[in-house]
């Protein structure tokens, strides 16, 4: 087990590394000069040449990319192209305790919900609440985030005003109850997308543990039906959805670019998209590194969960 | 593919092709028809697709037009969606900019399919170190997440529907060779593969006309979904404000500029928003259905 880890954190290592270097080659492809790009048409050439010469824009490529890489891996994230030029680093890792903060509350809320209608679902197969699950998740999976927030914000939020739910949402301070104020709308968008998804698949778990011949064993000697359900069945049914539940981790960091927009939640997704806009080349590479580090992570801890709940999967 | 029976086969390969076409579409319809939201579903992606086609033919006004004296109408007889703070039809804008949010993620998607089809079938049936190459390749493409990775080749490449298309493939060509890849791997193994060998056939040959058949489920199916994921992903650059730039009336841009004049002007929100709604809706229903049709249990 524990060659196992190594092995997948040294493959952790290696796909950050090419996909640094997928970044970096993407990054250095914006047609025309980043430094007159930032500095505008009216710079001068000595300007223009003391922007290139502070974010050594001079050199080589592959010195570049050593830097660069040197200094991500150092701590040393460089400084933003924006007025007043801030570090990256701070700017990156607030943002990142954002996302996180709006992930937790999503799972919080998603995790039980659509478990539960999952496993209704399989137990009911085929009864109209079976039906009306499968219906909507296939139709709510697939809508664009910004479709189901902006129907939240505008159906819900507006009727129901008297909640008095904010619109866009800020980060919440420590109590609970600013918690649910700022983040039940953002969380309830992401919650509609992983909704259908994890529903889907605890159902798919559920209905494949349910023909094998252990549940009928386990009902012919007479255990109750809940015992049978809660003992057997569901330990094993649900190893499929706590991985895709892990995986999805990766995805509520890193990924809800468009819901943080729609909310104007100050997340990573937000702070990328803005980067993009304003060819904000360092601040970008940073982000997608730690995006995709996310990513990288959720996979590695999805794997090790599903061997750690399955001991009969032996890792080697 | 069970379904076909060799009896019926034989039968209809005498009949002349636009007969046999005629009757695979009859015989498609009939198998969507036991499954009704399927059924409502393709429906909505033809009616959508017609909408592609005749829009802007039918649609009363440009989609640029600033029709004097009528900012900021509700809907009504004349303006159906109602007119938005400059004027402008909203029925109008949503009639055009269905043209682009179904012909680029449409031909992105048959450009994906192509391109990984014929990848995924090579690298399947001929297995070695291409394989191994390819399919290292492909996963170190696909462990990026697909919007951050569609985020920063637009921010490089700048939003164009060019662009969108090209970052499109490149997103979903993977996935696509991937699903085609082990479909191939199931059957290369096959009698009637080793026999079209052992005749001597060409490798053009056994890949299309032996192979392709036999992972046609998979590749339908796939394509249905990806199409799905395309719709999404164009809409989301749209609102993000990386799609297609003005003033061409691109949906998830509509909306998104939509949410500043919510307050005077919902109708300028809602028309587009239930647009994409049901276009993604009708290819998701539609997807499934096929997954119905097809007994294919692939990757949800």
Same mark, same amino acid.
């Given at each position: 087990m524990s060659r196992y880890i190594i092995r997948r954190l040294l493959l952790l290592a290696v796909t950050m590394l090419v996909t640094s270097l997928i970044i970096f080659g993407l990054t250095q492809?914006?047609? #025309?000069?980043v430094a007159q790009l930032i500095l505008g048409?009216? !710079?001068g050439e000595q300007a223009l040449a003391d922007f290139r010469a502070e974010f050594g824009l001079d050199d080589p490529l592959p010195v570049q990319y050593v830097n660069w890489l040197g200094g991500f891996v150092t701590g040393d994230w460089g400084r933003s192209?924006?007025? #007043?030029?801030? !570090?990256?680093r701070p700017l990156v890792m607030e943002r990142l305790g954002n996302s996180m903060r709006l992930a937790t509350m999503t799972l919080i809320i998603s995790v039980p919900v659509s478990i539960l209608l999952g496993v209704l679902a399989a137990l009911w197969e085929d009864s109209w609440l079976d039906n009306l699950i499968s219906v909507l998740s296939l139709s709510v999976v697939g809508l664009p985030e910004f479709v189901t927030g902006l129907l939240l914000i505008n159906g819900i939020a507006l009727g129901i005003?008297?909640? #008095?739910?904010?619109a866009t949402s800020s980060v919440p301070d420590g109590t609970l109850e600013d918690w649910i104020r700022q983040l039940i709308l953002p969380s309830l968008t992401a919650t509609f997308v992983l909704l259908g998804y994890i529903a889907r698949l605890t159902r798919a778990g559920v209905l494949d543990e349910l023909k094998k011949p252990y549940v009928r064993t386990a009902t012919l000697k007479g255990l109750p039906y809940r015992a049978v359900i809660f003992k057997h069945v569901l330990r094993n049914a649900l190893l499929p959805t706590i991985t895709v539940i892990a995986l999805s981790v990766g995805w509520l960091i890193g990924g809800l670019v468009v819901i943080e927009n729609v909310y104007n939640y100050p997340g990573l997704g937000a702070l990328m998209v803005d980067a993009v806009k304003q060819k904000n080349l360092l601040m970008l590479q940073a982000i997608v590194m730690v995006t995709i580090f996310f990513f990288a992570l959720a996979n590695l801890v999805a794997d090790l969960l599903y061997a750690v709940l399955n001991p009969r999967i032996r890792l080697e | 593919m069970s379904t076909l029976r060799p009896g019926v086969e034989s039968k209809r390969a005498s009949r002349p092709f636009y007969a046999r076409a005629l009757l695979a579409v009859v015989s498609f319809f009939r198998q969507l028809a036991r499954h009704p939201v399927s059924l409502v579903g393709t429906l909505l992606v033809i009616a959508f697709v017609l909408l592609a086609l005749f829009g802007p033919n039918i649609?009363?006004? %440009?989609?640029?037009d600033l029709i %004097? $004296?009528?900012? %900021? &109408? +509700?809907? +009504?007889?004349?303006f159906p969606f109602g007119t938005d703070r400059l004027g402008r039809d909203i029925f109008s804008r949503v009639l055009w900019g269905a043209r682009e949010i179904i012909a680029i993620p449409g031909i992105a998607t048959a450009i994906s399919v192509f391109l990984g089809t014929c990848v995924g079938l090579f690298v399947g049936y001929n297995g070695g170190w291409i394989d191994e190459l390819i399919s290292r390749a492909l996963d170190s493409l696909l462990s990026i997440p697909a919007l951050v990775l569609a985020l920063v080749m637009l921010g490089t490449i700048g939003p164009s529907p060019v662009g969108i298309i090209i970052v499109i493939v490149l997103l979903y060509m993977p996935i696509v060779t991937r699903v085609i890849r082990s479909a191939t791997l199931n059957i290369r193994t096959s009698g009637f593969i080793e026999a079209a060998k052992l005749r001597g056939e060409s490798l053009p040959y056994i890949l299309f006309r032996e192979i392709l058949p036999s992972v046609l489920p998979a590749l339908t199916v796939e394509a249905a979904l990806r199409f799905s994921y395309a719709i999404f992903l164009t809409a989301s650059l749209g609102f993000l404000g990386l $799609?297609? &730039?003005?003033?061409s009336p691109d949906w998830g841009r509509m909306v998104s500029e939509a949410r500043a004049n919510y307050a005077r002007t919902p109708w300028e929100l809602w028309f587009p928003a239930g647009a994409i709604a049901l276009l993604v809706i009708g290819v998701n229903l539609m997807a499934d259905g096929l997954r119905r049709i097809f007994r294919y249990e692939g990757q949800v």
């Open positions: 492809v914006i047609p #025309g000069d048409r009216e !710079a192209f924006t007025s #007043g030029n801030p !570090a990256v005003k008297s909640l #008095g739910l904010p | 649609a009363p006004h %440009r989609f640029d %004097r $004296g009528a900012a %900021r &109408q +509700s809907p +009504s007889l004349e $799609g297609v &730039q003005p003033p």
